[in-house]
């Protein structure tokens, strides 16, 4: 029977959960065990693909299609596993189950509560298709003291009882603040964070504390007393060059290694970070540079829109260049670049000038009617003047709508793929297929 890992978050969200099960189960792997990674997300939406990105950041979608969680990106590029639909699931999912399950009678008539029934759905959830599987690594989205997430501590406290000793393990992420006017390091909310989860039933087994810095041997001893943990299982997590160094660096402090001694297992396989040790070098000593900077909104979308929503689309635009980065470090390329030119649209052909000196453009991200068809209009002037990287959609319904207009001025008949529509001051972009007839 596969061990569970559950990892969860505490005194603020963002700190990097994701990416340190990720690593995590990147180093079990390295020993040669087989693993899994799964995302529990409290929101009620029933998967992320309705779901804003300038919200909940970019939607990550599976091999068998799925619309998931992100941090499900990062666990399929650290370990290679592909991820599944059956591997993320939100509070909207499982009270759809339940509501379904009662309606058709499914409960014989009991009162449906949040305990038993939401909880046992959602260990049924967990505890699905591990056949095969060494160790399985739960993430909990969010941090402890959500009330949306309250069900979902309630069940690992209940499966970490069910499953007896020395099948489970807890890691807690936490943050611990340098106070620069001080020049301290505090670990007060560590300790708030630890008593809320101790509050609900869960005692820690090792604590991952986020910092700037690395945190001293002190400090370190400090938080392990006050949160009932051994110092040894304090492990630090500074800020890293690179998110690929997050296993050498927990591997340095022994995070795998106390998280195997949690199960009993002293004498584990060294791991093998050679893979690790290249992808590294390869981030920091590339082989060649590509150059890609990112558009902006047009002017006239900027006034309607405003401030508050192109500063989520400017994080938005750099999360793409981050992503397009990643795929460099395969080819030995390091991809610099990463401006966001503003109302580009508007300035070519004479702005044109600005992009010989680079590889590539990539449209603005959008979200929404109003924001695509600036997409749209961007994507068709950097096609136009062979200076654009597409951007999926987007750039994919302007170029074959471009397409199509080629068509119907040839005498051709076609429907339009990603007709613009405007009227009432709004635009919108009504997608009808493409079909040449």
């Given at each position: 029977?596969?061990r569970?890992?559950?990892?969860?978050?505490?005194?603020?969200?963002?700190?990097?959960?994701?990416?340190?099960?990720?690593?995590?189960?990147?180093?079990?792997?390295?020993?040669?065990y087989?693993?899994?990674?799964?995302?529990?997300?409290?929101?009620?939406?029933?998967?992320?693909?309705?779901?804003?990105?300038?919200?909940?950041?970019?939607?990550?979608?599976?091999?068998?299609?799925?619309e998931?969680?992100?941090?499900l990106g990062?666990?399929?590029?650290?370990?290679?596993?592909?991820?599944?639909?059956?591997?993320?699931?939100?509070?909207?999912r499982?009270?759809?189950?339940?509501?379904?399950?009662e309606?058709?009678g499914?409960?014989?008539?009991?009162?449906?509560?949040?305990?038993?029934?939401v909880t046992?759905?959602?260990?049924?959830?967990?505890?699905?298709?591990t056949?095969?599987?060494?160790f399985?690594?739960v993430?909990?989205?969010?941090?402890?003291?959500?009330?949306?997430?309250?069900?979902?501590?309630?069940?690992?406290?209940?499966l970490?009882?069910d499953?007896?000793?020395?099948?489970?393990?807890?890691?807690?992420?936490?943050?611990?603040?340098?106070?620069?006017?001080?020049?301290e390091?505090?670990?007060?909310?560590?300790?708030?964070?630890?008593?809320?989860l101790?509050s609900?039933?869960?005692?820690?087994?090792?604590?991952?504390?986020?910092a700037g810095?690395?945190?001293p041997?002190e400090?370190?001893?400090k938080?392990?007393?006050?949160?009932n943990v051994?110092?040894?299982?304090?492990i630090?997590?500074?800020?890293?060059?690179?998110i690929?160094?997050?296993?050498?660096?927990?591997?340095?402090?022994?995070f795998?290694?106390?998280?195997?001694?949690?199960?009993?297992?002293?004498?584990?396989?060294?791991?093998d970070?050679?893979?690790?040790?290249?992808?590294?070098?390869?981030?920091?000593?590339p082989?060649?540079?590509v150059?890609?900077?990112?558009?902006?909104?047009?002017?006239d979308l900027?006034g309607k829109?405003g401030?508050?929503?192109l500063?989520?689309?400017?994080?938005?635009i750099?999360?793409?260049?981050?992503?397009?980065?990643?795929?460099?470090v395969?080819?030995?390329a390091?991809?610099t670049?990463?401006?966001?030119?503003?109302?580009?649209?508007?300035?070519?052909?004479?702005?044109?000038?600005?992009?010989?000196?680079l590889?590539a453009?990539?449209?603005?991200?959008?979200?929404?009617?109003?924001?695509?068809?600036?997409g749209?209009?961007a994507?068709?002037?950097?096609?136009?003047?062979?200076?654009?990287?597409?951007?999926?959609?987007?750039?994919?319904?302007?170029?074959?709508g471009?397409?199509i207009?080629?068509?119907?001025?040839?005498?051709e008949?076609?429907?339009?793929?990603?007709?613009?529509?405007?009227g009432?001051?709004?635009?919108?972009?009504?997608?009808?297929?493409?079909?040449?007839?």
């Amino acid at each position: 029977m596969a061990r569970l890992i559950f990892i969860t978050g505490g005194v603020v969200s963002s700190l990097g959960k994701g990416l340190a099960s990720a690593a995590l189960g990147a180093l079990l792997q390295a020993r040669g065990y087989k693993v899994r990674l799964r995302k529990l997300d409290p929101y009620l939406n029933v998967d992320p693909g309705t779901m804003s990105p300038f919200q909940h950041g970019e939607v990550y979608v599976t091999d068998d299609g799925a619309e998931t969680d992100l941090d499900l990106g990062h666990y399929e590029r650290f370990t290679g596993v592909s991820a599944l639909k059956s591997d993320n699931v939100t509070s909207g999912r499982i009270y759809s189950q339940v509501i379904e399950k009662e309606r058709k009678g499914g409960y014989l008539g009991r009162t449906v509560q949040v305990i038993p029934h939401v909880t046992d759905m959602i260990k049924e959830f967990v505890l699905a298709d591990t056949d095969g599987l060494d160790f399985l690594l739960v993430e909990i989205g969010g941090t402890v003291g959500d009330i949306e997430g309250l069900p979902f501590f309630e069940a690992i406290r209940q499966l970490h009882n069910d499953l007896g000793r020395g099948q489970s393990a807890f890691i807690h992420l936490t943050l611990v603040p340098f106070i620069e006017a001080a020049g301290e390091l505090k670990t007060k909310p560590t300790q708030h964070s630890v008593k809320e989860l101790r509050s609900i039933g869960i005692q820690p087994d090792v604590l991952l504390c986020r910092a700037g810095v690395p945190i001293p041997e002190e400090e370190r001893g400090k938080i392990g007393l006050f949160c009932n943990v051994r110092p040894e299982r304090v492990i630090s997590a500074p800020d890293l060059a690179t998110i690929y160094e997050a296993p050498l660096s927990y591997h340095a402090q022994g995070f795998d290694t106390q998280v195997l001694k949690v199960f009993g297992i002293e004498n584990a396989p060294e791991p093998d970070l050679a893979r690790w040790r290249r992808v590294v070098d390869c981030v920091k000593n590339p082989e060649s540079e590509v150059r890609i900077d990112a558009l902006e909104a047009p002017g006239d979308l900027r006034g309607k829109l405003g401030e508050a929503l192109l500063a989520p689309t400017r994080l938005y635009i750099r999360s793409g260049l981050a992503a397009i980065r990643a795929g460099g470090v395969k080819g030995l390329a390091h991809i610099t670049g990463g401006g966001i030119t503003e109302n580009l649209p508007r300035a070519l052909p004479d702005g044109l000038d600005a992009a010989i000196d680079l590889d590539a453009w990539t449209p603005p991200k959008v979200f929404g009617w109003l924001a695509r068809s600036a997409g749209i209009e961007a994507a068709e002037m950097l096609r136009t003047f062979n200076c654009g990287l597409g951007f999926m959609a987007v750039a994919a319904t302007e170029s074959a709508g471009h397409v199509i207009d080629a068509f119907q001025e040839a005498g051709e008949k076609a429907w339009r793929v990603g007709e613009l529509v405007r009227g009432d001051g709004e635009a919108k972009v009504v997608y009808r297929g493409a079909l040449k007839l």
